[in-house]
């Protein structure tokens, strides 16, 4: 049974830094690509950030040069960094494994003063 599990959301101001964190299990997890997406309310699903088996990275426009996204393939687990965050940045924010329909429930993003 395939499990990603998100944490670290959390209100924060603007300008403010926020880790996010989504462990998985049920995959082997070195071998995947894996990937983070937003959902806010006024908004469709949006792409973030992928980072590669080989840990290539591609971003968004909209968060380039503020979110960094890494993996720890020893803790089945991949990271969001989100610096400089912005209202617009408010959001559910979802792990994905990269070409397969596995996703985890999300965790909540609130950037507001």
């Known amino acids: 049974q395939v499990q990603l599990v998100e944490s670290g959301g959390g209100l924060v101001q603007p300008g403010g830094s926020l880790r996010l964190s989504c462990v998985t299990s049920g995959i082997t997890f070195s071998i995947y690509a894996m990937e983070w997406y937003r959902r806010s309310p006024d908004k469709q699903r949006e792409f973030v950030a992928r980072?590669?088996?080989?840990?290539?990275?591609i971003y968004a426009n909209s968060v380039k040069g503020r979110f960094t996204i890494s993996r720890d393939n020893a803790e089945n687990s991949v990271y969001l960094q989100m610096d400089s965050l912005k209202p617009e940045d408010s959001a559910v924010y979802y792990c994905?494994?990269?070409?397969?329909?596995?996703w985890g429930k999300g965790t909540l993003v609130t950037v507001s003063s």
């Open positions: 980072i590669t088996v080989s840990e290539a990275t």
């Open positions: 994905k494994v990269y070409a397969r329909d596995y």
